[in-house]
Nanobody
Framework: QLQLVESGGGLVPPGGSLRLSCVAS????????VAWFRQAPGKEREAIAC????????TDVDSAEDRFIISRNNAENTVYLQMNSLKFEDTAVYYC?????????????????WGQGTQVTVSS
C-alpha cells in the first residue's frame, strides 16, 4: 500500500521560506492526486493545495494566498510545497495526502492515504 513521508519542516523566522517534501514508497504516486493540508493546535485540518498526476493544481486562497506553491516530480515520486513569506499563523503540522485519479479536490474526506506530518514553526 502507498505510504507517504513528509520532511522539510522546522523552525523559521517570519518572512522566511521552507520547502516541504512528500515522498511516496511502496507504490508510485504517478496515478494519484496529492494534496497538502495543515493543522494548528486547537484548529481543524485545513487544505492548502492539491496537484493532479499531470500537474494541474488548485489552491485554497485563504490558507495559501499566493505564498505557497505546490509542485511534483513523478520520476522522484515526490510532491513539494514551497512556502514563502512565512507568518506566525502558518505554524502548524503539515500533512500530505493522496487519492487515486486526477480530480482536483481540497476536501479532507476525499483523501485516504496520509503521511505522519512535519512540524513547521514560525517564530522570531
Amino acid at each position: 500500500q502507498l505510504q507517504l513521508v513528509e520532511s522539510g519542516g522546522g523552525l523559521v523566522p517570519p518572512g522566511g521560506s521552507l520547502r516541504l517534501s512528500c515522498v511516496a514508497s511502496r507504490e508510485s504516486l504517478g496515478d494519484s492526486t496529492v494534496a497538502w493540508f495543515r493543522q494548528a493546535p486547537g484548529k481543524e485540518r485545513e487544505a492548502i493545495a492539491c496537484i493532479t498526476p499531470t500537474g494541474a493544481s488548485a489552491t485554497d486562497v485563504d490558507s495559501a494566498e499566493d505564498r505557497f506553491i505546490i509542485s511534483r516530480n513523478n520520476a522522484e515520486n515526490t510532491v513539494y510545497l514551497q512556502m514563502n513569506s512565512l507568518k506566525f499563523e502558518d505554524t502548524a503540522v503539515y500533512y500530505c495526502a493522496a487519492r487515486p485519479g486526477s480530480s482536483l479536490s481540497l476536501a479532507v474526506e476525499k483523501y485516504g492515504v496520509w503521511g505522519q506530518g512535519t512540524q513547521v514553526t514560525v517564530s522570531s
